[in-house]
């Protein structure tokens, strides 16, 4: 089953925060965050697995709350770079695969 | 650059006809994902192959078909074309160890395909 990602889209100014949330009506294994910009290949940002570890970039912090099957991507000080749809994909060990949510559409202003 | 190359990155072809879209893993991987992603649409897994073995299956229609050969090379095979296959096929690899849950993704660049 698709997770759920709010919001759908995003408009900020350089220099704000935003979250990303991403909900699931499984229970999850596997939490993974990435990011496209338009036209282009989706590219890695974070994985968070149950039990705690993450992997991922320095710049960008993410959580997984296992008990609600939810997790949120954190963006702070955000850039023009930042722009873009950020997907986010979940695993349950029943299914044996990734399933992505239908993105979150993020604007940065200058 | 992830190091998944896919070719053709454009395909052009009319309803009822048969393509053929190609994807390299990066160097050591040997598992590849295929994804299909349509306007507005997020990424829909169809199938993965680890190591020449089909290892899980999403929604893929029964037209289209995939191989991994043994240098670790993907095809997906898209047959019986319809409008509303007309969408960006993505290939991700991973899985230098067991393609497993943990594993991150990269993806390359996409075939775009226009099916008229």
């Known amino acids: 089953q698709q997770p759920v990602q709010s919001p759908q889209a995003v408009i900020l100014r350089e220099g704000e925060d935003a979250v990303i949330n991403c909900s699931s009506s499984?229970?999850?294994?596997?939490v993974h965050w990435y990011r496209q910009k338009h036209g282009e290949a989706p590219v890695f940002l974070m994985i968070l697995l149950k039990g705690g570890e993450q992997k991922g970039h320095e710049k960008i912090s993410a959580s997984f709350n296992e008990k609600k099957q939810q997790s949120s991507l954190y963006l702070t000080a955000s850039q023009l770079s930042y722009s873009g749809t950020y997907f986010c994909?979940?695993?349950?060990?029943?299914?044996?695969?990734?399933?992505f949510g239908k993105g979150t559409r993020l604007h940065i202003l200058p | 650059d992830s190091g998944v190359t896919q070719t053709p990155k454009h395909l052009i072809t009319a309803t009822g006809q048969r393509v053929t879209l190609r994807c390299s893993p990066r160097?050591?991987?040997?598992?590849v994902y295929w994804y299909q992603q349509s306007l507005d649409q997020g990424l829909q897994f169809l199938i993965q192959?680890?190591?020449?073995?089909?290892?899980a299956k999403g929604n893929i229609l029964e037209r289209f078909s995939a191989q991994q050969f043994p240098d670790l090379h993907s095809e997906l095979n898209l047959s019986s074309l319809e409008l509303g296959d007309s969408a960006l096929y993505f290939c991700?690899?991973?899985?230098?160890?067991?393609?497993?849950?943990?594993?991150?993704?990269?993806f390359g660049p996409g075939t775009r395909l226009l099916v008229l």
């Open positions: 192959y680890y190591n020449g073995e089909e290892r």
């Open positions: 499984k229970a999850l294994y596997s």
């Open positions: 160097s050591g991987d040997l598992s």
């Open positions: 994909g979940t695993a349950s060990l029943r299914d044996d695969k990734i399933i």
């Open positions: 991700a690899s991973s899985a230098r160890t067991s393609g497993r849950l943990w594993e991150t993704q990269y």
